[in-house]
């Protein structure tokens, strides 16, 4: 059965810093993986999505990066701002088409 | 639409009550996913349509859950006799089909008193 852990659980930093989420799983066997953001009472925005023939993928100020073999993928966010707070979730993809979740990182950028 | 949309935002009912959530996926999703989300959880699958059949519906707690999309395109998500425990944000997602992101909808907040 896959797992999808995230590390840490909640992280706060000043703003400007740079920071790196992490999401480990357990089944290398992966179709994808996705990166969402989610704010308060609100549905997920998918930031980041890296097939498992990809290495990393970025967008903006976002880079995530995926090694299948090792089961793991960062989210790196340079430059934070306050906007960025919310909690990140990580999702894998396997066959079929469910993703599996992480329980999230909820980060807090103070200004 | 421009976007995914559930149908109600928020939703109080009394435990044993019958309700019904609604999504409307993005046009031309093919795929459409219903998953359910616990305070403090990532969310967890429930169902996935292709088209208007149920292609997995190994996520679903019981037999009081079910789901229909008679058309390939809204889908409607049923609880029977709702329970205190059924209390979560229920979302949904649409997607091309497999290798495509998914886009979610806002959800829809299920309080069951």
């Known amino acids: 059965k896959q797992e999808v852990t995230q590390i840490p659980a909640a992280l706060s930093v000043p703003e400007g810093e740079n920071l790196v989420l992490n999401c480990s799983f357990t089944?290398?066997?992966?179709?994808?993986l996705q990166w969402f953001r989610q704010d308060p009472g609100k549905g997920l925005t998918s930031l980041l999505l890296?097939?498992?023939?990809?290495r990393e993928q970025t967008s903006g100020r976002l880079n995530a990066s995926l090694d299948k073999s090792s089961g793991r993928s960062t989210l790196y966010i340079a430059a934070s701002q306050p906007g960025d707070s919310a909690t990140y979730l990580c999702?894998?993809?396997?066959?079929?088409?469910?993703?599996?979740f992480g329980a999230g990182t909820i980060l807090r950028v103070k200004s | 639409g421009a976007g995914v949309s559930q149908t109600p935002s928020n939703k109080v009912t009394e435990k044993g009550k019958y309700v019904e959530l609604r999504c409307d996926p993005i046009?031309?999703?093919?795929?459409l996913y219903w998953y359910r989300q616990s305070l403090g959880q990532g969310p967890e699958f429930l169902i996935y349509?292709?088209?208007?059949?149920?292609?997995?519906d190994s996520g679903l707690p019981n037999d009081r859950f079910f789901a229909v999309r008679p058309e390939g395109s809204v889908s409607t998500l049923k609880i029977q006799r709702t329970e205190r425990g059924d209390s979560a944000v229920y979302l949904c997602?649409?997607?091309?089909?497999?290798?495509?992101?998914?886009?979610f909808g806002s959800g829809t907040r299920l309080t069951v008193v």
């Open positions: 349509f292709q088209g208007t059949g149920a292609a997995d």
């Open positions: 089944d290398s066997a992966i179709y994808n």
């Open positions: 997602a649409s997607s091309y089909g497999q290798g495509s992101g998914y886009t």
């Open positions: 999702a894998v993809r396997r066959d079929g088409n469910k993703l599996v």
């Open positions: 890296i097939q498992s023939s990809q």
């Open positions: 046009s031309g999703h093919t795929a």
